[in-house]
């Protein structure tokens, strides 16, 4: 083992691996270690490589490199190598970036280090991968930190980091595998580019994913664009701000995505200046999607919140949340699938200012067409919100929403609401729908006075007792007009051997029935009749025939509401 080359703090450097010990070099943190040109505080990168290869000592100790509080200089380049021990830089500062692309280690931590970059695509780590507190600060197209395609067997801790890119990607991660969980909470991650500042498409990560706390900008694109991720347990952003600014991508992408439990948003901001701040087409969400304790999402646009297809195990709870779009759709269901929602009437938002979510009123836009569900949650919106925005907040007129509301209602045993939504709907396909013509649209309004569509058949059975009495008291009324020469408009017939004298009262009352009811004879008909060679018997025998006209049509509708015939016609 020659260690003449070495200076006397990298001399140190061996001596802590073979004993197993961590090398404290100074007590200055990173920012000012950058600055500093004291040799005691210096270490260069390439005795650090030596080390790794089993260079310098004669055996290591399974604690493996562990060196805190140094200035590292030169380019550390750990490319396609597979050191004897782990690694870990704690609090240091250097002034290259580390590579370590295909590189094979036992376990890694940069836990506080300050670095201009980390490309480590590749990757294998045995063990933990532990950033928490790391600071890279850099101007590459290629990512800040670069962990496409690596594999880490342990837990990635990344909380507390800072992440700084001016020209591209924070974090390059898409295809990265993790055994364990990851968590980025607390972390400020920030870039101006295109793609997006955190992109973790098709990563998989066997246990949790957090980012609670965490802060995410991107002043020209997205800000988290993980589609096709694959959680296997929780992933959480409660209390996050993602702010994003890209017309086509939402600030915040999980198309495709797969969360084992529950995906939570509580209290979190999502933000895109020109498009959506969400976009989640057929994420699946194993337990439930929580967006609520004063959730906020503002977009432009597109969709605000593009939930299309998403299945979600159990329930989509946006109790408390405010959703913004002032030029476009607030929040997109389109054949979405839920257990469950709680969604409040004044969630849904058009106006107002948009840095004051208190000012944000509920008359946005949303799209229900294929949207599932069993139940309502009574915290959220009541009928009468449901069926204003079905009406007069969708783009268009859809049969699916009214019948998956009604079918919602029966299903708990309301069948009165459930028939007024089915009566709401036929309102809203008259003013919205395609009924073919004029003539068309004059039976559907017919259809809907008398007989509520049919859902409300008790109208024209009011409707057919009205006319009854009508005709009942015509024939009392004709009964006591005078015709002249002793007579009244309703006399008995030739039949009774009594022509031209009056009808009884009982006569007069059968005269109206058999004028009112359809069918039905009072056996009085050759007894009584009215006298039409007379002006107001004329008008009297008019009148009666256009109560037998009614009669029968109201007769009929009743007959076909209660059998549900006119609802299918």
Same mark, same amino acid.
């Given at each position: 083992?020659?260690?003449?080359?070495?200076?006397?703090?990298?001399?140190?450097?061996?001596?802590?691996?073979?004993?197993?010990?961590?090398?404290?070099?100074?007590?200055?943190?990173?920012?000012?270690?950058?600055?500093?040109?004291?040799?005691?505080?210096?270490?260069?990168?390439?005795?650090?490589?030596?080390?790794?290869?089993?260079?310098?000592?004669?055996?290591?100790?399974?604690?493996?490199?562990?060196?805190?509080?140094?200035?590292?200089?030169?380019?550390?380049?750990?490319?396609?190598?597979?050191?004897?021990?782990?690694?870990?830089?704690?609090?240091?500062?250097?002034?290259?970036?580390?590579?370590?692309?295909?590189?094979?280690?036992?376990?890694?931590?940069?836990?506080?280090?300050?670095?201009?970059?980390?490309?480590?695509?590749?990757?294998?780590?045995?063990?933990?991968?532990?950033?928490?507190?790391?600071?890279?600060?850099?101007?590459?197209?290629?990512?800040?930190?670069?962990?496409?395609?690596?594999?880490?067997?342990?837990?990635?801790?990344?909380?507390? %980091?800072?992440?700084? @890119?001016? !020209? =591209? +990607?924070?974090?390059? *991660? &898409? /295809? $990265?595998? #993790?055994?364990?969980?990851?968590?980025?909470?607390?972390?400020?991650?920030?870039?101006?580019?295109?793609?997006?500042?955190?992109?973790?498409?098709?990563?998989?990560?066997?246990?949790?994913?957090?980012?609670?706390? %965490?802060?995410?900008? @991107?002043? !020209? =694109? +997205?800000?988290?664009? *993980? &589609? /096709? $991720?694959? #959680?296997?347990?929780?992933?959480?952003?409660?209390?996050?701000?993602?702010?994003?600014?890209?017309?086509?991508?939402?600030?915040?992408?999980?198309?495709?995505?797969?969360?084992?439990?529950?995906?939570?948003?509580?209290?979190?901001?999502?933000?895109?200046?020109?498009?959506?701040?969400?976009?989640? /087409?057929?994420?699946?969400?194993?337990?439930?999607?929580?967006?609520?304790?004063?959730?906020?999402?503002?977009?432009?646009?597109?969709?605000?919140?593009?939930?299309?297809?998403?299945?979600?195990?159990?329930?989509?709870?946006?109790?408390?949340?405010?959703?913004?779009?002032?030029?476009?759709?607030?929040?997109?269901?389109?054949?979405?699938?839920?257990?469950?929602?709680?969604?409040?009437?004044?969630?849904?938002?058009?106006?107002?200012?948009?840095?004051?979510?208190?000012?944000?009123?509920?008359?946005?836009?949303?799209?229900?067409?294929?949207?599932?569900?069993?139940?309502?949650?009574?915290?959220?919106?009541?009928?009468?919100?449901?069926?204003?925005?079905?009406?007069?907040?969708?783009?268009?007129?859809?049969?699916?929403?009214?019948?998956?509301?009604?079918?919602?209602?029966?299903?708990?045993?309301?069948?009165?609401?459930?028939?007024?939504?089915?009566?709401?709907?036929?309102?809203?396909?008259?003013?919205?729908?395609?009924?073919?013509?004029?003539?068309?649209?004059?039976?559907?309004?017919?259809?809907?006075?008398?007989?509520?569509?049919?859902?409300?058949?008790?109208?024209?059975?009011?409707?057919?007792?009205?006319?009854?009495?009508?005709?009942?008291?015509?024939?009392?009324?004709?009964?006591?007009?005078?015709?002249?020469?002793?007579?009244?408009?309703?006399?008995?017939?030739?039949?009774?051997?009594?022509?031209?004298?009056?009808?009884?009262?009982?006569?007069?009352?059968?005269?109206?029935?058999?004028?009112?009811?359809?069918?039905?004879?009072?056996?009085?008909?050759?007894?009584?009749?009215?006298?039409?060679?007379?002006?107001?018997?004329?008008?009297?025998?008019?009148?009666?025939?256009?109560?037998?006209?009614?009669?029968?049509?109201?007769?009929?509708?009743?007959?076909?509401?209660?059998?549900?015939?006119?609802?299918?016609?």
């Amino acid at each position: 083992m020659d260690t003449s080359c070495l200076r006397a703090k990298e001399r140190d450097l061996t001596k802590a691996v073979i004993s197993g010990s961590e090398l404290v070099c100074s007590n200055l943190d990173p920012t000012s270690l950058a600055v500093s040109d004291d040799e005691q505080y210096i270490i260069r990168a390439e005795v650090i490589r030596d080390i790794l290869l089993g260079r310098h000592i004669k055996h290591s100790d399974p604690q493996g490199l562990r060196l805190t509080s140094a200035r590292i200089i030169g380019k550390l380049d750990l490319d396609r190598l597979t050191p004897v021990m782990g690694l870990a830089l704690s609090r240091c500062t250097l002034d290259q970036p580390i590579t370590m692309q295909g590189t094979h280690l036992p376990w890694l931590t940069l836990l506080g280090t300050h670095l201009p970059g980390v490309v480590a695509n590749g990757l294998l780590v045995d063990g933990a991968a532990e950033f928490a507190g790391i600071r890279v600060d850099t101007n590459s197209a290629s990512g800040a930190v670069q962990l496409v395609s690596a594999y880490i067997r342990g837990v990635f801790d990344c909380s507390g %980091a800072t992440l700084i @890119n001016r !020209s =591209g +990607p924070a974090l390059a *991660a &898409d /295809n $990265l595998k #993790v055994d364990g969980s990851v968590d980025f909470s607390k972390s400020e991650v920030t870039c101006d580019c295109g793609s997006g500042a955190a992109q973790l498409v098709g990563a998989l990560i066997g246990g949790s994913l957090r980012g609670d706390f %965490a802060v995410l900008v @991107n002043k !020209s =694109g +997205p800000v988290f664009v *993980a &589609d /096709n $991720l694959k #959680v296997g347990g929780p992933m959480s952003l409660r209390h996050s701000r993602l702010l994003g600014d890209h017309p086509l991508y939402g600030a915040m992408q999980l198309n495709g995505a797969n969360v084992g439990s529950h995906l939570e948003f509580n209290g979190a901001t999502l933000t895109n200046e020109s498009g959506a701040a969400l976009i989640a /087409n057929r994420l699946r969400v194993d337990g439930a999607m929580l967006a609520r304790d004063n959730f906020h999402a503002i977009g432009r646009g597109q969709p605000t919140l593009d939930l299309q297809s998403v299945q979600i195990g159990s329930g989509l709870d946006l109790g408390s949340s405010r959703i913004l779009n002032p030029d476009g759709l607030a929040l997109d269901l389109a054949s979405a699938s839920v257990t469950w929602i709680r969604l409040p009437g004044d969630s849904i938002c058009r106006s107002g200012t948009k840095d004051d979510p208190s000012s944000w009123a509920g008359d946005g836009q949303l799209q229900l067409d294929g949207f599932t569900y069993s139940a309502l949650d009574p915290r959220g919106a009541d009928l009468n919100r449901w069926l204003l925005w079905l009406r007069s907040y969708t783009p268009a007129y859809a049969t699916q929403p009214y019948q998956q509301l009604s079918a919602m209602y029966r299903a708990a045993g309301d069948e009165v609401a459930a028939r007024r939504v089915l009566i709401a709907q036929q309102d809203d396909l008259l003013a919205r729908g395609n009924l073919g013509g004029q003539w068309a649209s004059a039976w559907h309004r017919l259809k809907r006075v008398t007989v509520g569509y049919g859902y409300q058949s008790w109208r024209a059975l009011v409707g057919f007792t009205c006319v009854v009495f009508l005709a009942v008291a015509l024939g009392l009324t004709a009964g006591h007009i005078p015709a002249g020469n002793g007579r009244f408009e309703a006399t008995h017939t030739a039949a009774t051997g009594r022509p031209g004298t009056p009808c009884s009262l009982v006569e007069q009352v059968g005269l109206g029935l058999n004028a009112g009811l359809p069918v039905i004879n009072s056996g009085l008909t050759n007894n009584c009749s009215l006298n039409s060679t007379t002006h107001f018997g004329q008008i009297l025998t008019a009148i009666s025939w256009l109560l037998q006209v009614l009669a029968w049509a109201l007769a009929t509708l009743v007959i076909a509401g209660y059998t549900g015939l006119i609802r299918r016609v």
